[in-house]
Nanobody, 125 residues
Framework: QVQLVESGGGLVQAGGSLRLSCAVS????????MGWFRQAPGKEREFVAA????????YYADSVKGRFTISRDNAKNTVYLQMNSLKPEDTAVYYC??????????????????WGQGTQVTVSS
């Protein structure tokens, strides 16, 4: 069983930065593709960023491109989301998720097999 635990959320002023971490249990972390999603109150969950199993390819939502960076450390079974130039509209619960390479598009949450419990990010104006 794969378990994901996010950390690093919090309250930050607009223009500030946060780094989210997602620690993944299990010996097969390097075989999973990883994604970050977020859900704001009253809104649907949306894709934020994803990274392939080796870390060589990354994908971003247009709303975060140039501000957020996803990375992974397969030796530490951890995926990160560095968030810079944060905006109030980035306020949401952020979730990390893992999917097998053959499970379809990075952009759709339904293709992910495992999810963390989420971490709150609040950006004040």
């Amino acid at each position: 069983q794969v378990q994901l635990v996010e950390s690093g959320g919090g309250l930050v002023q607009a223009g500030g930065s946060l780094r989210l971490s997602c620690a993944v249990s299990g010996r097969t972390f390097s075989s999973y593709e990883m994604g970050w999603f977020r859900q704001a109150p009253g809104k649907e969950r949306e894709f934020v960023a994803a990274i392939d199993s080796s870390g060589g390819r990354t994908y971003y939502a247009d709303s975060v491109k140039g501000r957020f960076t996803i990375s992974r450390d397969n030796a530490k079974n951890t995926v990160y989301l560095q968030m810079n130039s944060l905006k109030p509209e980035d306020t949401a619960v952020y979730y990390c998720a893992a999917k097998r390479w053959y499970s379809g598009s990075y952009y759709q949450g339904t293709n992910y097999n495992y999810w963390g419990q989420g971490t709150q990010v609040t950006v004040s104006s």
